[in-house]
């Protein structure tokens, strides 16, 4: 039998959100701490984007006793030494870079057999493809699994529990991702709709924004609740005409994901709203922001999707208006409350 040990390997995790940061971590020192034994099969996992959510991703990975790379732009490791032999290539690039690092290996000898991840929130602008479609067009012969869910990173760095999903089409590919990441603290679903996955992420970003701003203006819960719930019923129509599946919406990765960054301050893209709402201006806040906040981009991005196939997504242009400058918070605020009366479901 192997020794375990053997498979053990030393990794630096430069965190480029927080280069204070910087740890030396063993797998073993790791999961010896977590209380968990090494698994019968180690995997190579290489993690590409060594930002917040990537070194969580990564601490998690190792912390399972599985051999992870970690690779920034900005580190001193070349990408293609990181890929050699991976099992799984897990993105966690914010969505600017995806098609940068996508075309970097492309060309890159990979197994056949290396599955794709992607934990990335956002729509490419030129395309408005989602990550893992931009990730399948170019490898269009492997497995691409969409990790999605409520997983504000600072939080799981505490190593508080959480649950998110891994959605493929290649059932075995999401469940080997799903026991590569599950722990006692990371509890992971599977799921067959993909698209479904991903756009609850990545759509409830855009809500987030709103939502700070419901905060930041002190309109109470009850308008929260209002704007949660109604926000969800956009992201479902859009998700719709996508061909995402309504069902997904209303799991982790959805109604899941809204819960936790509308209502919590370590969201990136609730504090672009709340700092909105107080006065500040877009080009100040993002100059001081720790990370990306994705929605500012999705929600250009849907605007231009919802005029070109006519959906009706109200909260999402009126943050879209709010963002570009062209209202205040308390004129978007009134033009939701005085839209045209309707029925709660018309379509
Ligand atoms: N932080 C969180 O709590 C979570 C974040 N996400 C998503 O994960 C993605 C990354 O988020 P964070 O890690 O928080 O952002 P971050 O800003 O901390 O890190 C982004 C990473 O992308 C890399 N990157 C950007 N452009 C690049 C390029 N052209 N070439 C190579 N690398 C490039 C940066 O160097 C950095 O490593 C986003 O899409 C976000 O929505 C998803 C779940 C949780
Ligand atoms: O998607 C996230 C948690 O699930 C992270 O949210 P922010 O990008 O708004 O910080």
């Known amino acids: 039998m192997t020794n375990p040990k053997s498979k053990i390997r030393q990794a630096r995790f430069a965190s480029e959100a927080h280069p204070s940061d910087t740890l030396l971590c063993t797998t073993e020192e790791k999961t010896a701490s977590d209380g968990q034994n090494l698994p019968p099969n ?22 399972n006793g599985h051999r992870v790379g970690l690779w920034s732009r900005r580190g001193s490791q070349p ?22 690092v996508v075309e970097q290996i492309k060309y890159a000898p990979i197994s056949p057999e290396t ?13 408005t493809c989602t990550p893992s479609q931009v990730w399948q067009t170019a490898f269009p012969d492997h497995a691409v699994v969409v990790l999605s869910g409520p997983n504000l990173s600072q939080e799981i760095e505490l190593k508080l529990p959480a649950a998110t999903v891994v959605a493929s089409d290649v ?32 759509l409830k970003n855009v809500i987030a924004i709103a939502s700070g701003v419901c905060d930041g203006l002190h309109l109470g819960t009850n308008a929260k609740a209002a704007l949660v719930t109604r926000g969800l019923t956009e992201m479902v129509r859009i998700g719709n005409i996508w061909g995402a599946k309504t069902g997904t919406f209303y799991g982790l990765s959805g109604l899941g994901d809204l819960l936790a960054t509308c209502n919590s301050p370590l969201s990136r ?9 107080s006065g500040q201006t877009l080009t100040e806040i993002l100059a001081n922001l720790s990370g990306t906040a994705e929605g500012v981009n999705t929600c250009q991005v849907l605007v231009q999707i919802a005029q070109q196939k006519n959906i009706v997504i109200p909260i999402t242009e009126q943050v879209y208006r ?10 978007a605020l009134d033009e939701l409350m005085l839209r045209d009366m309707k029925p709660e479901y018309n379509d």
């Open 42 to 63: 180690p995997k190579s996992v290489a993690i590409l984007g060594a930002g917040a959510w990537g070194t969580a991703l990564a601490n998690l990975a190792a912390a």
């Open 115 to 127: 599955i794709f991840v992607t934990a990335t929130k956002g729509l490419d602008p030129q395309t």
């Open 269 to 277: 893209n609730y504090q672009v709203g709340y700092q909105l709402a």
């Open 79 to 100: 990408l293609e030494t990181i890929l050699e032999d991976a099992d799984i290539i897990l993105s966690a690039i914010s969505m600017k870079g995806v098609a940068d």
């Open 171 to 202: 059932t075995a590919a999401a469940e080997l991702v799903q026991l590569v990441f599950s722990s006692h603290r990371f509890r992971v679903y599977t799921n067959p709709d993909r698209l479904g996955v991903e756009l609850g992420g990545t």
């Open 322 to 331: 709010l963002l570009q400058g062209e209202v205040t918070p308390r004129q």
